[in-house]
């Protein structure tokens, strides 16, 4: 298709380029083709990939709008994510190849009807020129969702207490690969920048092809690193490959041709006219609404809720100055004291860790819940955050109440496996340093634990501080 | 994809460039000849040491890496601007510095000819050309260790079972893509394929702008994990953006302003046959080298000595993850408790010649990347490098007749020059800074001849317990360097076990106390995914 020019006139002027200056002038007379006119599979071609893009970038499908409007539209950060995140959704509630499958051939039907109806179109400049819009909109705003929540980095966030005290094997891939981009939030900065830096070369039709030059190894590498760590988001990511993909193609033929071929290179002809005044103004106020709602607003919610923490983890407040790492001095069940054992049939704390938040995690021989996510997801409800337990089968979690006055815990486990999920504590604060807790466990016994808050030294941290240059004793 | 009518362009299809350059351009390519020209061949004399000394008969894949990886810049003047390396980027502003003064004093040279130089279009693409092979030889080298996944080893059982803020950014990042040997693939196919497409004229743009993203997201990882290979990926990002400059006022013209664009190229005519017959050779033999040679010895050493890992193959009885059931220590029972600064809590035997276990007791740590090339299973310290936790690394030579392990601590205190051969670091923290020991007695278990004749036999040559397939010249030589002990910690333990799943030390621990500890293997399993691929042979 992009081989496919509208001749003008013979150039004759003068080229301005230095290297050029001392050559002949350019001699453009003739084409064998008719001015403007495509070759039959060209048109067929562009008939099937413009019916099969439409139905996969315009948001057509009901599920859309049951998401993104089903609660109202608040243009909030979770509102504005998932708007810009739209993908046909027909076999099941999450993208699968089987859904492009099936749009092919819908987009095969359309253009055995098109061509019987369009015989004697020439060409399609026109409507290539407004499908390239469409997908370089839809990929931007794509791209630009991500980009943003990177940019401010809360996508991957910094690992939580209750991360760093979890064994390396007790983190499923996905979630190693989280919290170790999570430990640098500079490059996750990065990454985001350049995610937006490429969406915002899609907005103009001249710096497209080089922003493509940008996502699809970028998109390439997301796509890779999903299919590696059993992430899930693979279909989305080919998805934005193949809208990358497909713009490339306008101008991949001019660039291999000038750069590998090293011949003589036309550039595209086509410019899109608009003459009528209605057009530039409407043009103008969809392209300023566009960068209006998805990058200043969408931007500045970010910004706000990067402030606040992030949307990753609980913003509930903990117990004050209970943050910390706590070893179990003392474990009674039932007033007999239990040891530090390597039995497994022994039920002993082994570790505590309580969050900034309400959360505390216990470390013990029992195997909590393994339980999975691999989508990004912005869940607004506090109570329903998972990112700091799921993925993780070192620990069990459980989000706390805490009556103040009461000094009662009611504990709610999160990945607790039978009916110790829920546990209700008396504590109690000798000193700063100290928690002891009791109460009664699902069997009615007892529980007398006592907690000491250590300094714990992370290498991660250490390291970090002085660089790895000088000797360090940990 | 041809266009239907051509333009009528000079006969001579081998060239089509400006005759005339203006005198800023004669300059700056002048200033940038000398630069890169420096920066693209070796600078150290250890690397023409090596090269000489490679046995192209009994190779292995370190001899062509080393070829590949060296540093580069004129170092004559020092590598320190204002007292500071500058990140390491110092070497390359006084490069720039002693370029720049260079260049103007071979205008000023030309300038007084008769007949000054016009143009500098052949000499244009020999620069190109040597930057495009170096480049091209570079990542290829940096990219097999990748692509057979060996440069960033599957967490050893150690290493699963510490605690993920117990170990440095660096090797955190090491680790993340160690888990996934398959994503270490892809990269090592990204790496080859922009080195290879770098080979030749057609793909030099895509090649580029390949290598100029990849690397340049690896020395953006490199600042901000400390990873320390910041200098040499950024040597790469340097290089690939001088080859794309080439295009981008064509694709500039093309793509932005829109506009009918001449391409701009130049090749030497190769009129007479010596030297197309030396071109085509020497470009046969750099490509065979480098692609399909170099693939087989990186093959080989993923198969049976992965070059991070030990590659000897551990007591087979001894395997898994282990609680201490009982720990005696000068015969008084220490009971269990994780918090214990004498106590092991836990212990691992790994599927090679190493044993680990977990103390609460501080310890000095190696913060190095555990890289490099050593050949010795000893000296391989993936599994301390960057490890902290209080878990100890110990290497063992075991004597399976007699059934005594004779284990040595895998930190050194002084420790090894690593990468000798390129001249420059790519291991942070390294000899300076260490944690030193006090000067130990050698009696009991530190004497000279603490391992007997006896036992040696029974151990074997560590040397030839790889498969015969992996010797090679290199580790021969390394092995017969005579060394006597590094000054490092040692136990010697007897074991006992009728199949692995309890084994009863007795011995002597690193302070010379009697010990006597009972292993329990428990069945561990990990929410991670074991690895679908394995390096080396155990």
């Known amino acids: 298709m992009s081989t496919t020019e509208i001749l003008e006139a013979p150039v004759r002027k003068k080229v301005s380029s230095s290297a050029d200056r001392d050559r002949e002038q350019l001699d453009t007379s003739g084409s064998q083709l008719a001015p403007g006119a495509w070759k039959a599979h060209e048109k067929l071609l562009f008939r099937f990939f413009f019916i099969y893009f439409i139905l996969q970038a315009l948001p057509l499908d009901w599920k859309y709008y049951r998401d993104v409007l089903g609660n109202g539209f608040a243009f909030s950060l979770h509102d504005l994510f998932y708007a810009a995140r739209y993908v046909p959704r027909i076999v099941a509630d999450i993208p699968a190849f089987a859904d492009w499958a099936i749009l092919a051939l819908v987009a095969a039907v359309g253009t055995a009807a098109w061509s019987a109806a369009d015989r004697s179109r020439t060409e399609y400049n026109g409507l290539y020129y407004a499908l390239r819009v469409i997908i370089r909109y839809r990929l931007a705003v794509g791209l630009l969702a991500y980009g943003f929540i990177k940019l401010f980095p809360m996508q991957m966030p910094y690992p939580s207490l209750s991360h760093l005290n979890t064994a390396y094997g007790a983190l499923d891939s996905w979630k190693l690969f989280s919290i170790s981009t999570g430990i640098v939030p500079g490059y996750q900065a990065f990454l985001g920048s350049v995610e937006i830096v490429a969406a915002l070369l899609l907005l103009n039709r001249k710096t497209a092809t080089i922003g493509t030059f940008i996502i699809l190894p970028f998109t390439g590498n997301v796509l890779m690193s999903n299919l590696a760590y059993e992430g899930g988001e693979y279909v989305y990511a080919l998805l934005l490959i193949s809208f990358a993909l497909f713009l490339l193609v306008f101008d991949i033929n001019r660039i291999l041709r000038l750069t590998s071929f090293e011949k003589i290179t036309r550039p595209n002809l086509y410019k899109p006219a608009f003459t009528s005044p209605g057009w530039k103004y409407s043009r103008l106020a969809l392209k300023s609404a566009f960068v209006f709602v998805f990058v200043f607003l969408y931007g500045y919610q970010s910004y706000a809720e990067h402030k606040e923490g992030g949307y990753q983890y609980s913003h509930s407040a903990g117990l004050k100055n209970t943050a910390g790492l706590y070893t179990v001095e003392e474990f009674k069940v039932n007033n007999t004291v239990v040891p530090y054992t390597t039995d497994n049939d022994v039920f002993r704390w082994k570790d505590v860790v309580f969050e900034k938040w309400a959360t505390l995690s216990v470390r013990s021989n029992k195997q909590p819940l393994l339980v999975k996510t691999n989508t990004e997801e912005i869940i607004e409800d506090d109570a329903e955050r998972n990112y700091e337990f799921v993925g993780s089968a070192g620990r069990e979690y459980y989000s706390y109440s805490a009556d103040t006055l009461a000094h009662t815990l009611t504990l709610t486990g999160k990945n607790v496996k039978g009916e110790d999920a829920s546990l209700l504590f008396h504590y109690s604060r000798p000193d700063a340093q100290t928690i002891v807790l009791e109460g009664l466990n699902a069997e009615h016994d007892s529980l007398h634990i006592v907690l000491n808050r250590i300094d714990k030294k992370y290498l991660l941290k250490e390291a970090a501080k002085g660089g790895r240059q000088r000797g360090l004793k940990l | 994809m041809a266009e239907h009518t051509d333009i009528n362009l000079t006969e001579d299809t081998r060239e089509h460039a400006p005759v005339l350059w203006r005198e800023y351009q004669r300059i700056l390519f002048r200033i940038a000849f000398i630069f890169f020209i420096s920066i693209s061949i070796p600078n150290s004399v250890e690397w023409y040491k090596h090269v000489v000394a490679i046995d192209w008969t009994n190779l292995h894949y370190r001899d062509l890496y080393d070829i590949a990886r060296f540093g580069s810049g004129l170092n004559i003047f020092g590598n320190k601007l204002f007292g500071s390396t500058l990140a390491g980027y110092a070497n390359w502003i006084i490069t720039l510095i002693a370029a720049t003064v260079g260049g103007l004093i071979w205008t000023f040279i030309d300038n007084r000819r008769k007949n000054p130089v016009q143009n500098y279009n052949l000499l244009y693409y020999w620069l190109r050309a040597i930057v495009r092979y170096r480049a091209g030889i570079g990542i290829i080298g940096f990219g097999f260790t990748k692509l057979l996944p060996v440069q960033m080893p599957y967490p050893s059982t150690g290493l699963l079972n510490t ?376």
């Not at chain 2, 010596?274 to 010895?297: D, G, H």
């Not at chain 2, 420059?424 to 944690?435: P, S, Y």
């Not at chain 2, 603490?450 to 040696?456: L, R």
């Open chain 2, 163 to 538: 605690d993920f803020g117990d170990f440095t950014a660096q090797k955190i990042y090491w680790l993340s893509i160690g888990i996934v040997p398959w994503y270490q693939i892809f990269a090592g196919v990204v790496e080859v394929t922009a080195g290879t497409l770098l080979f030749f004229r057609r793909t030099t743009l895509i090649g580029s702008v390949l290598l100029f993203g990849a690397l340049g997201d690896i020395v953006y990882v490199n600042f901000a994990y400390d990873g320390g290979v910041h200098g040499y990926s950024s040597y790469f990002v340097l290089l690939s953006g001088f080859l794309l400059v080439h295009y981008i006022p064509q694709l500039y013209r093309l793509l932005i302003l829109e506009q009918t664009t001449l391409p701009v190229y130049y090749y030497p005519t190769l009129s007479k046959p010596w030297q197309r017959i030396t071109r085509v050779s020497l470009k046969t033999v750099t490509i065979v080298v480098f692609l399909p040679l170099f693939f087989y010895l990186q093959l080989i050493n993923f198969w049976y000595d992965p070059y991070k890992q030990p590659s000897t193959k551990g007591v087979t009885a001894l395997r898994g993850y282990y609680a201490v059931t009982e720990f005696r220590l000068n015969n008084h029972v220490i009971p269990y408790s994780p918090l214990d600064s004498v106590r092991w809590s836990e212990a691992t035997f790994e599927n090679w010649t190493t044993l680990t276990f977990k103390v609460n007791r501080r310890v000095p740590l190696d913060l190095s990347n555990g890289g490099g090339d050593p050949q010795r299973d000893i000296n391989r310290t993936f599994e301390v490098a960057g490890v902290g936790g209080g878990r100890r690394v110990f290497h063992y030579f075991a004597d399976t007749i007699d059934h005594v392990l004779y284990l040595q601590d895998k930190y050194k205190a002084v420790a090894d020059r690593r990468n000798v051969t390129a001249g420059v670091g790519g291991d942070a923290g390294e000899a300076q800074g260490r944690v030193a020991s006090g000067k130990r007695k050698k009696d009991g278990i530190y004497a000279d001849d603490w391992i007997s004749v006896a036992a040696w036999e029974h151990i074997g040559d560590e040397n030839k317990k790889i498969d015969s397939r992996a010797a090679s010249t290199r580790r021969d030589r390394e092995f017969a360097k005579v060394k006597g002990f590094d000054e490092r910690n040692r136990m010697v333990l007897k074991f006992d076990t009728e199949d692995g799943r309890r084994v009863i030390l007795t011995g002597l621990d690193e302070n010379q106390d009697s010990l006597y500890v009972v292993l329990d293997k428990v069945d561990r399993t990990y929410a991670l995914s074991a690895s679908t691929l394995s390096a080396g042979k155990y």
